[in-house]
């Protein structure tokens, strides 16, 4: 199975910071990573698919990059409703691992 | 507006059977891969089992397998997932989720979930 090691945990920061999440994968998985928001008490919201395709809706200050084992979601200027638990996900084989999540909080 | 509505999660105890369903609406399910997730109270979230839009391919985590059975039934637009020798380990969220094409993923649209609860 296709490890992916997700960092930060946890992270504070401040609304209008810019900051970045990491997910290495255990091999080299092309684009096949999928991000997810979840605030609490409500299901996973797709964020971002290949890597760096943004979903209709979400705001352009989202982004996705990376390949091969080597993958970022960065928050441009990070506004209230963006603190939240991000989970990154490897859609590349059975069983489609997910990253251990990254707590975002308000500094 | 797509809608996944869950059902029949509750207390059960370990050894013991349940079902749980997923009504959908606001798609064309015929045409959409479905999967099971599951998240365990203040974990993290696990793929369970997928099911090809025709329902004749069937994907199971090597946690589940041969103990759960997923299933569709497309006249009625619901998503099965049959969980039989439930252990505690499977205290969980369950999830459906749509698959964004017949593929299996991305997970484009999730249902609020349903609790499922193994303990004596």
């Known amino acids: 199975d296709i490890q992916m090691t997700q960092s930060p945990s946890s992270l504070s920061a401040s609304v209008g910071d810019r900051v970045t999440i990491t997910c290495r994968a255990s091999q080299n998985i092309a684009t096949y990573v999928s991000w997810y928001q979840q605030k609490p008490g409500k299901a996973p919201n797709l964020l971002i698919s290949a890597a760096s395709s943004l979903q209709s809706g979400v705001p352009s200050r989202i982004s996705g990059g990376g390949s091969g084992t080597d993958f970022t979601l960065t928050i441009s200027s990070l506004h209230p409703e963006d603190f939240a638990t991000y989970f990154c996900q490897e859609t590349y084989s059975v069983p489609y691992t997910f990253g251990q999540g990254t707590k975002l909080e308000i500094k | 507006e797509v809608q996944l509505v869950e059902s029949g999660g509750d207390l059960v105890r370990p050894g013991g059977s349940l079902r749980l369903s997923c009504a959908a609406s606001g798609f064309s399910f015929t045409y959409h891969a479905m999967s099971w997730v599951r998240q365990a109270p203040g974990k993290g979230l696990e793929w369970v089992s997928g099911i090809t839009a025709g329902g004749g391919g069937t994907f199971y985590a090597d946690s589940v397998k041969g103990r759960f059975t997923i299933s569709r039934d497309n006249s009625r637009n619901t998503l099965y997932l049959l969980m039989d020798s439930l252990r505690a380990e499977d205290t969980a969220i369950y999830y459906c989720?749509?698959?964004?094409?017949?593929?299996?993923?991305?997970?484009?649209?999730w249902g609020q979930g349903t609790l499922v609860t193994v303990s004596s």
């Open positions: 989720v749509k698959g964004a094409s017949w593929l299996i993923i991305p997970f484009d649209s």
